[in-house]
């Protein structure tokens, strides 16, 4: 008669929370362990650590960005001493292996700012939070796992806000269920990154063990044994066996029979490549899902899909994976980044350039044209001379720049509705209000771009640095005006527009709207005092959302206003 165990590879599960009251701090997990784990399956698993990187790439871009004007010069040149660029890199390659980032808010003598420091948030944990679920303090161990060691002594921090002095700042989106510590993103295709990570460790192994399935151990006079010797040589051979490097399942069989150790191999199925093949495929659908990965080649993944180009669905899927997955976690780091820094009295409008802007030099396209496209040489100088007459400038002890943004987050009701509002005289009204002005609003447009333009036309109205209501610019849309474009519009469909074209330049296939590095910057300013008076340039910026919760509905506008024609 045997004794038979069957010994099987072993699952994981989250470690639960591990409070000290005694030492007032919280782990994840015994050691903190927690975070291992992540990191374990962001090394081990290649979809897993393929997107991940491609993320933190996208969410970096070519970085941070100001728009708040010529009067944040001095507080963005701060900020260049304050934040170094491969800090915030390492903040955001927390922020998306671990879905929470750190970092030490570090002070001068004096109070002020001295600089962000990036803290791995594997190294910090927080204390037990107080009455009012404040934490009020962070403990710092380069390892937690030899956290009595000398070397590894934590060291106790303020939370920022709770003490004036250097702090460490901890940035983590609300989770439900989770009051101590973030998670990532993708939690829910954890144990798929294991299952992937584990897969390819059992093929391996496999492979290496002449493609065994596993095998029945059958031990000679076992039945001998004591219940704690089989035990001992349970936990022995399952030490040594167990892991997936070393593959599959196996059974110990202790028998009665004076016979050698005999290892017996399971027979393998002919089928189970396929197998493997299938779960594999499970695993990147599941681990893809959980990142809302919208195309598998933007993260480095072959796919079939209805693109004449992997090129063209890269462009496609980036674009989409941008504004639905990338914007909400670079919005979430401004956030705490601006946080602090209007704290020290730095106020900046704060985005991350894209990955995929390029500045391209400008070479005229000179190639043979289809019929169906016209050649044009740009707008006429006279035109610019006419609109600069238009133009104005506001009073800065009179305005206050809200918002000076590209109009392209935008589409437009209709363009062309405000057409009626202009004249056709070409006789400047400075303190006109705009069809698109409130009571206390005023919203003008600003013509922006290359700063050594090649056109008579951009030169002039770069050098006015003028601003201009829409009515202003879409009355420049007159007939017989380029007529080569004939993209003036539903109300003029024949004539150049400037709204839409700006400087123009030769249309081709490779530049179908020309190839003008210029474009339309709306500007949106509030009233300090009584009266409508237009004239000057900006003081301090807020956001455009900023000024829709004030009450003043922003309008929209076309997103081609936005684009130079050259990048189009």
């Known amino acids: 008669m045997s004794d038979i165990k069957l010994i099987t590879l072993t699952s994981y599960t989250r470690p639960p929370l591990m409070e000290d009251k005694s030492r007032d701090w919280v782990m994840n997990g015994r050691n903190n362990e927690y975070y291992n784990y992540i990191t374990d399956r962001n090394n081990g698993s290649p979809t897993n650590s393929s997107i991940n ?20 010069a001095e507080n963005w040149a701060r900020l260049q001493t304050i934040l170094r660029p ?22 001068t003598k004096g109070g002020d700012l001295h600089s962000l420091t990036h803290i791995p948030k594997q190294m910090v944990i927080p204390s037990i939070a107080n009455e009012k679920n404040e934490i009020e303090r962070y403990w710092f161990s380069r390892n937690w796992r030899k956290y009595t060691d000398v070397e590894y002594t934590p060291v106790a921090y303020n939370a920022y806000g709770a003490a004036r002095g250097s702090s460490i700042y901890v940035a ?64 022995q051979v399952k030490k040594k066996l167990t892991s997936s490097s070393n593959s599959s399942n196996f059974i110990i069989s202790f028998n009665d029979q004076e016979v050698a150790i005999e290892v017996t191999p399971f027979p ?56 639905r997955v990338i914007k909400p976690k670079q919005d979430f780091i401004i956030d705490a980044i601006e946080e602090v820094l209007v704290n020290y009295g730095i ?50 002890s009179e305005w206050t720049l809200l918002s000076s943004a590209d109009v392209d987050y935008d589409t437009d009701d209709d363009l062309y509705d405000l057409v009626q509002f202009a004249t056709s005289t070409g006789t400047a009204r400075p303190n006109s209000k705009s069809v698109q002005d409130s009571k206390d609003i005023a919203i003008r447009y600003r013509y922006v771009g290359n700063k050594s333009p090649q056109r008579e036309f951009c030169r002039k109205m770069m050098q006015a640095n003028k601003l201009y209501r829409k009515e202003d610019i879409l ?54 005092g009584s009266g409508l008076d237009v004239n000057s ?7 455009t959302s900023e000024a829709r919760r004030k009450g003043y509905k922003v309008p929209t506008n076309e997103s081609i206003v936005s684009i130079k024609p050259h990048n189009a």
């Open 86 to 107: 491969k800090e915030l890199r390492k903040m955001i390659a927390d922020f998306q292996v671990f879905g929470e980032f750190s970092f030490e808010v570090i002070e």
């Open 537 to 543: 340039p900006l003081a301090k910026t807020i956001s």
């Open 347 to 396: 106020n900046l409008d704060l985005y991350f350039a894209p990955l995929t802007e390029e500045k391209i030099e400008v070479k005229e396209d000179t190639a043979e044209l289809s019929s169906h496209v016209c050649m044009s040489d740009g707008a006429p100088a006279k035109l610019a001379d006419s609109l600069i007459e238009l133009g104005e400038t506001l009073d800065v």
């Open 268 to 323: 393998v199925n002919s089928n189970v490549h396929k197998q493997w093949e299938a779960l594999q495929d499970q695993c990147k659908t599941q681990i893809m899902t959980a990142h809302k990965v919208i195309s598998p080649s933007l993260v480095g993944l072959s796919s079939a899909s209805g693109f004449s180009s992997v090129a063209d669905e890269m462009d496609m899927s980036e674009r989409q994976t941008i504004k």
């Open 475 to 528: 009355q420049m849309n007159k007939a017989g005006i380029n007529d080569g474009f004939q993209k003036g519009g539903k109300s003029n469909p024949n004539g150049y527009s400037i709204w839409l074209y700006k400087g123009g330049g030769r249309m081709s296939e490779n530049f179908p709207q020309g190839t003008c590095r210029h474009k339309w910057q709306r500007e949106i300013y509030l009233k300090n």
């Open 172 to 235: 983590k989106p609300y989770v439900v269920g989770a009051e101590y510590f973030g998670a990532p993103s993708y939690s829910s295709a954890l144990v798929f990154a294991e299952m992937e990570e584990e897969i390819a460790n059992t093929q391996i192994s496999s492979i290496k063990n002449g493609l065994s399935a596993g095998y029945i151990i059958q031990i000679p006079n076992g039945t001998n044994y004591t219940p704690e010797e089989k035990e001992e040589f349970e936990r």
């Open 53 to 72: 990187q491609s993320y933190s790439t996208l969410i970096y871009g070519k970085g941070l960005r100001t728009s708040s004007g010529s009067l944040g």
